[in-house]
């Protein structure tokens, strides 16, 4: 089987320098794949980074500090939070996620049935008017 070099950048939070100190560039790690479970262990991650990201990134999330917290929880690092309140966060904050999500809903709906009462041509009535006066008697 033939061996496969590929080099990782690493993930490195750097700080402002101060003056008259010399700063040491991040190593970066060489990694071969050799073995069949080397490259589906990689590919698992590319798959598995590839989609996080792209979920993450569209609901607006840190990805550097998922990227940490993940690192951090697969090799046993301190946690900024425990697996425990990492749960009750997360449903909390989805939680409000959707009640925000479910209030802009019912505000649209009821804009929608100020708009459709105050432009409304008397003399026109359509199937789509009765059916939004209808919706709109339920908010």
Known sequence: ???LTIFISSIAIQAKPKKNKKVEEPVTPKVE?????DSAS???????GKQSAMQ?????FNLDLFVKAFVDAVTDAPLLLSP???VMFL???EKRVKEQEA????KKGEELCLDSKTNRNTNVSSIKDSIREELCKHL
């Open 103 to 106: 209030a802009e809903r019912i």
């Open 84 to 86: 425990d309140s990492s």
């Open 1 to 3: 089987m033939h061996s």
């Open 42 to 48: 990689y590919a698992m991650g590319v798959y598995m």
């Open 33 to 37: 794949l050799i073995t069949d479970m």
């Open 56 to 60: 993450l990134s569209s609901q607006n």
């Open 91 to 93: 449903n909390a904050y």
